[in-house]
Structure formats: C-alpha cells, structure tokens
C-alpha cells in the first residue's frame, strides 16, 4: 500500500472500520512513513476533539443529586398510590441511565490520556534530541531526575533481554512533572512514561485504545502511586514483556 492508497482509506482506519487485510496493510504502511502516521494521528485528534465537544453539557453530579431527590420526592406509599411500582421503576432506569453516561465519560476521558500519551511518543521521536541523558547504564540514568521529579523510580536490569536503554528526559503530562524512558527493540522504539497516579486508580480504562489503531501499542498501570505507560510501535507482547520489567523493578 502506497502513500496515496493510505490516504484515501485513512477515515475508515480512524473509525476502526478497516479489515482483515486492509488493515494490516494500513498499520505495516503505517510503521514505516512518518508523514501518513502524523497525519492519521491528526485526525485522530480533531475526532477526539471534536467528541470532547458534544460532551461538554454531560450530567454533572449535581444534576444527579437533583435527579435521586426528585425521585424520592414522587415515591409514595403502595396504598395511597398504584402507580408506585412505574415511578420505582423509572427512578431505577434514570439511575442506570445516569450511571451509564459517568461510565461512558470516564472511558472516553481514559481514550484521550492515552491519545495524548501516544502522540508524546511520537514527538519526541521525531525531535533531534529525543532523551537529555544518554546512556545505556541505568544506574547513570536514574540518578539524573534526582531533584528534578517529585518521586523516584527504578529501572529494570535489561541483561539477557532483547531490550537496551537508550536514556531519559524530563516529560510534563497535564502540568505535571514526570519521566520519559527511551529502549531500543531491535527496529523498534518505545517510551516508558512515569507520572504520579493524581486520577485515580478505580476509573476504568479501555482495553482498545486509539492510539493502538496507529500502529501504537500502550500499556498502563498503577503501581506505588504511580503511573505507567508504555507506548511504542513494537507488537503487543513486547509492550507487555516491557511492562512485567519495570513492574518487578517497581517491587524490588
């Protein structure tokens, strides 16, 4: 697939409605052109911005307050009123309904952290000096961002792994201060981004994200207060064994 046929099939990509083999074709082209991926992660975004929008007047929970004492309000003894059972039954689904919707929000809060996340990622490859420190040495690296985070972090040892430690920088995610590891995988890149965990743990995050339909792969958690993510163009397995790395570092 050239530059050309990609383009054209670009909006269904974002969409997620390529596939079998039109697919993987989008996602190999992908990997290896720079400027269809960076235009591919821009119409992601003006989706995403523009989904961001709609939801600007979603319930809040005050109107949820407002909603529960209206409910109570028309609730009415079994004896004084036969329509109880109806009013019961609509307070129920409007609860369901308003549980839904905070659901929903959250999921689609979660998709645009991980977008962000995903096109750090790819700015900072594409800059000219991807990492301030530079070496393969974790034990260089990691007294670095001494002073410079509010938290400190391990690095797993990498012998008798495929993966080498590029170096660090200092990255900011929502005026946060946090660090951004660089490893090489053979042909492939991927950043390790360390944040404190300030969004709480218990809000769901998805297990397809939009960055994965960018030939991005990310994995995230939540581990002594903070937050992980790992993000790069390497298959999915890779992600992961790099992920089960820095979590036994993590609690060592």
Known sequence: MNCDELRSK??????????GGEL?????HL???AGCAAEALGMLQTKLATRAAGMRYTPSPEFRRRMEQSIRAQERPAWRSLR??????????ALILIAAVTVWVSHSGRERELTKIADMHVTELASVNPVDVVSTDRHTVKPWFAGKLPFSFNIPELQNTEFTLVGGRVAYFEHSPGAQLLFNLRKHQLSVFIFKDETGAHLPWPKMTAASRLALQIETWSEGGLRYYVVGDAPASDVHALSELLRKAARS
């Open 31 to 33: 990997r290896g052109c």
């Open 84 to 93: 109880w059972p109806r009013l019961a039954m609509t307070g129920v689904a």
């Open 24 to 28: 993987a074709e989008a996602e190999a």
């Open 10 to 19: 670009l909006t269904p990509y974002v969409d997620a409605a390529l596939r």
